[in-house]
């Protein structure tokens, strides 16, 4: 039996009335079968007198989501998107869009060059080419400042703004919500043109834009997106479209587009997009595998750890049994909450009765049988590998045989801790960050015999809990800790060398990150970080131990923000103020190690900061620690600053060309040593091969 294709764009009639129902899941994508399918129909509209009008509609859960990003990497294929929009809005009878779930980019650019608008309530708008480092290139930017106004229209083209139904009534965007059958209530928008002269977008005033609301706008734009081209491209196309005639604006609009969609920063962000979704997914898991429901969530430890978490699961709208050692530590625990809670109503973040709701759905108790109804268990007392073990051992005694347990830990053998239960295919870790309620990020961690439905419903579990995970494998520190240590210790190692912390911070904001490592330093604390250092001592290097600075600072009493000093000083104002008791401490330092200090460029820092980070990356990924190199990427940029238009850590240095980061990393590894700096074979590899990590 031969299988037909189901057509990308199917037509009916209602009445006298043709309705074009766009179906290409999973989300509308406008490729070359919906391009043609929606040339098709305008064809027929035209052709059959009996027809009154067109109404443009979709099935499944969103009206579109606008050009087909697969279609970006090689020549697209005519009728381009443009055309058929243009076609549309010179229809010779009404064209209405119908429009449920979301109407996005090239979407939501066939919509408003149709002739009026009617949406489901829930409905929801938005140009988010921004995001992929491209900018509207079918109309976007000639028409909907015409509808909607200068400011919203640079809130949703240059910042990518979504706004909801209500909003884009009120905006002009659309004509009108549907109270009913949004179909048929769109049919009857056709009938109403039919006696009215056509509407047409683009024949509408551009409204104003002088060069000093111009001006105004690439300075908020550029202090909002720094290093970011197509927001302030935005602004220049949104100036052209307010003096040039339609057909000239739109060529323009959609040549720029072209060109944004092969510079560097839309390859990145859109790499990105592609990675975030594929870190969803567990690398060797098939795709349809469910995740299994998480109604009830045990915590065990109600330390900062454990109330952070417990805060997560609360927010996320599940009840949680948190067990504490003893009626003092879940009394600390219940007034921690508390306070947490109490400064979000006060910030306005939540109200009294969303807290009310929250707290009832805390059970906090020193008794563990009460863990018997949980579907998934977190152990996360603190991180000593007997103890978590005698806990874990017996939580797996009380709990039903269904119910996942996974242990919260940042460094230890995941695999000697999974020998504690007798439930090794319902065992993992979970590696949250400090403060748990706040942090995005979250490393789910594999065992070698957990069952891959408890893998996916990790992922589906930190996704409830709006976080971004990555699935890891057991290594010491796992990802982030693991390539956060390098970027510190070369930190250290260059303020031994000569850099001071002014520079080292500069180097790294100036390429992006929010912050520099050494006020981040400041932020978590200077004796944290020496508590640490402590912890890890034995694995470190002779000349890493020697760089004992943070201790020093520590030992002057300086422990970073909390108590006014650290790398920097901070007054009244949360400013890092350089301060020369540092340069003096850090030259004193030098000079009981005998080291000259020497003036270190802004390329070395930049350079041995990064290097440091990719080449640990990559050894990541040939011991299996992590399963894509674009997994490291979403980490280091949804979670630790990297900035998203540089696509993340090891998608930068594809960029740069592993061959360039492979000779650095050997010149480094001559002048720092060769234990720190050997290039990792993959970055050898793809040095000598394809330039990628494979
Ligand atoms: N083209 C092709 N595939 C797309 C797509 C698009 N525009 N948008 C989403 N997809 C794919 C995703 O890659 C994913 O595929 P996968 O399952 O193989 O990984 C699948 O659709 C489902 O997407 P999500 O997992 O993101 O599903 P959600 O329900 O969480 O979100 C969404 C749906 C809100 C539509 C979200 O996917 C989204 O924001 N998409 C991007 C929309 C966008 O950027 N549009 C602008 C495109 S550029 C453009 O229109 C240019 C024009 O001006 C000329």
């Known amino acids: 039996m031969t299988?037909?294709?189901?057509?990308?764009?199917?037509?009916?009639?209602?009445?006298?009335?043709?309705?074009?129902?766009?179906?290409?899941?999973?989300?509308?994508?406008?490729?070359?079968?919906?391009?043609?399918?929606?040339?098709?129909?305008?064809?027929?509209?035209?052709?059959?007198?009996?027809?009154?009008?067109?109404?443009?509609?979709?099935?499944?859960?969103?009206?579109?989501?606008?050009?087909?990003?697969?279609?970006?990497?090689?020549?697209?294929?005519?009728?381009?998107?443009?055309?058929?929009?243009?076609?549309?809005?010179?229809?010779?009878?009404?064209?209405?869009?119908?429009?449920?779930?979301?109407?996005?980019?090239?979407?939501?650019?066939?919509?408003?060059a149709c002739h009026g608008r009617i949406a489901a309530d829930d409905a929801v708008f938005g140009l988010p080419e921004v995001k992929l480092g491209i900018l509207p290139g079918a109309g976007g930017i000639v028409r909907l400042p015409r509808l909607v106004g200068i400011e919203q229209a640079v809130a949703m083209i240059a910042e990518g703004r979504r706004i909801d139904a209500s909003e884009a009534l009120t905006a002009g965007l659309i004509d009108r919500i549907a109270t009913g059958d949004l179909i048929g209530e769109a049919t009857e928008m056709v009938s109403a043109a039919v006696r009215s002269a056509l509407p047409r977008t683009s024949e509408r005033p551009f409204p104003l834009f002088d060069a000093a609301q111009q001006d105004a706008t690439r300075k908020a734009l550029a202090g909002r997106y720094r290093g970011q081209d197509a927001p302030q491209k935005a602004v220049d196309l949104l100036a052209m479209a307010a003096r040039t005639p339609v057909a000239e604006a739109l060529r323009l609009e959609q040549a720029a587009c072209k060109a944004l969609l092969s510079t560097d920063q839309s390859r990145a962000l859109r790499h990105l997009f592609t990675a975030e979704r594929d870190a969803t997914r567990v690398a060797g898991v098939?795709?349809?595998?469910?995740?299994?429901?998480?109604?009830?969530?045990?915590?065990?430890?109600?330390?900062?750890?454990?109330?952070?978490?417990?805060?997560a699961c609360l927010d996320a709208g599940l009840p949680v049994v948190l067990v504490g050692r003893s009626e003092a530590s879940i009394e600390a625990a219940r007034q921690a909450i508390s306070k947490i809670y109490g400064s979000a109503v006060k910030r306005g973040r939540l109200s009294e009765t969303a807290v009310e709701e929250r707290l009832a759905r805390l059970e906090?108790?020193?008794?563990?049988?009460?863990?018997?109804?949980?579907?998934?268990?977190?152990?996360?007392?603190?991180?000593?590998?007997?103890?978590?073990?005698?806990?874990?051992?017996?939580?797996?005694?009380?709990?039903?045989?269904?119910?996942?347990?996974?242990?919260?830990?940042?460094?230890?053998?995941?695999?000697?801790?999974?020998?504690?239960?007798?439930?090794?295919?319902?065992?993992?870790?979970?590696?949250?960050?400090?403060?748990?309620?706040?942090?995005?990020?979250?490393?789910?961690?594999?065992?070698?015999?957990?069952?891959?439905?408890?893998?996916v419903t990790l992922m589906a579990f930190?996704?409830?809990?709006?976080?971004?995970?990555?699935?890891?494998?057991?290594?010491?520190?796992?990802?982030?800790?693991?390539?956060?240590?390098?970027?510190?210790?070369?930190?250290?190692?260059?303020?031994?060398?000569?850099?001071?912390?002014?520079?080292?911070?500069?180097?790294?904001?100036?390429?992006?990150?929010?912050?520099?490592?050494?006020?981040?330093?400041?932020?978590?604390?200077?004796?944290?970080?020496?508590?640490?250092?402590?912890?890890?001592?034995?694995?470190?290097?002779?000349?890493?131990?020697?760089?004992?600075?943070?201790?020093?600072?520590?030992?002057?009493?300086?422990?970073?923000?909390?108590?006014?000093?650290?790398?920097?000083?901070?007054?009244?104002?949360?400013?890092?103020?350089p301060d020369p008791a540092v340069d003096t401490l850090l030259a004193a330092h030098r000079a009981e190690r005998g080291i000259a200090a020497r003036t270190v460029t802004d390329d070395e820092v930049r350079e041995r900061c990064l290097f440091a980070i990719i080449n640990e990356g990559a050894?990541?990924?040939?011991?299996?620690?992590?399963?894509?190199p674009g997994d490291i990427d979403v980490l280091w940029t949804k979670g630790l600053g990297f900035p998203a238009h540089l696509g993340g850590p090891m998608h930068y240095a594809e960029t740069i060309g592993l061959s360039h980061v492979h000779s650095a990393l050997s010149r480094y590894a001559g002048i720092v040593g060769d234990e720190y700096f050997k290039p990792a074979r993959l970055i050898e590899q793809g040095a000598a091969g394809d330039g990628r990590f494979s």
Do not use: W
């Open 619 to 628: 050894k990541l990924l040939e011991e299996n620690a992590v399963a894509r």
């Open 286 to 311: 098939d795709r349809e595998t469910a995740a299994r429901p998480i109604d009830r969530v045990g915590i065990v430890g109600a330390g900062t750890m454990g109330r952070g978490i417990a805060v």
């Open 462 to 577: 930190a996704k409830r809990l709006g976080k971004t995970a990555v699935m890891v494998g057991p290594s010491e520190g796992f990802v982030v800790n693991r390539m956060l240590s390098k970027r510190t210790r070369e930190a250290l190692f260059l303020l031994q060398e000569g850099a001071t912390p002014r520079q080292i911070d500069r180097v790294l904001t100036d390429f992006g990150f929010p912050v520099g490592p050494l006020a981040l330093a400041d932020m978590a604390g200077l004796d944290v970080l020496a508590a640490t250092r402590a912890a890890r001592l034995a694995a470190m290097s002779e000349r890493e131990r020697g760089a004992d600075i943070v201790e020093r600072l520590v030992a002057a009493g300086r422990l970073g923000r909390k108590n006014g000093a650290g790398y920097y000083t901070y007054g009244d104002s949360r400013t890092p103020q």
């Open 3 to 112: 299988a037909f294709a189901r057509a990308a764009v199917q037509l009916r009639g209602v009445g006298d009335v043709l309705v074009a129902d766009i179906d290409n899941p999973p989300v509308n994508a406008l490729s070359h079968a919906v391009r043609a399918g929606l040339i098709a129909a305008l064809d027929r509209l035209e052709a059959d007198e009996t027809l009154s009008g067109l109404v443009i509609a979709a099935r499944g859960r969103l009206f579109s989501a606008g050009a087909d990003i697969n279609e970006f990497n090689a020549d697209i294929e005519p009728p381009f998107l443009g055309d058929v929009i243009e076609r549309l809005e010179t229809a010779t009878k009404p064209v209405i869009a119908a429009i449920h779930g979301s109407a996005l980019g090239g979407g939501l650019e066939l919509a408003i």
């Open 364 to 455: 906090t108790t020193p008794v563990l049988d009460r863990l018997c109804e949980a579907d998934l268990v977190i152990e996360t007392i603190a991180e000593d590998p007997d103890a978590k073990r005698a806990v874990i051992s017996a939580i797996d005694l009380i709990v039903p045989e269904r119910t996942i347990l996974v242990t919260n830990t940042s460094f230890l053998d995941i695999e000697s801790l999974a020998q504690a239960t007798e439930r090794p295919g319902h065992f993992a870790g979970m590696h949250f960050f400090n403060p748990a309620n706040v942090m995005k990020l979250v490393e789910n961690v594999r065992t070698k015999r957990a069952a891959p439905d408890v893998l």
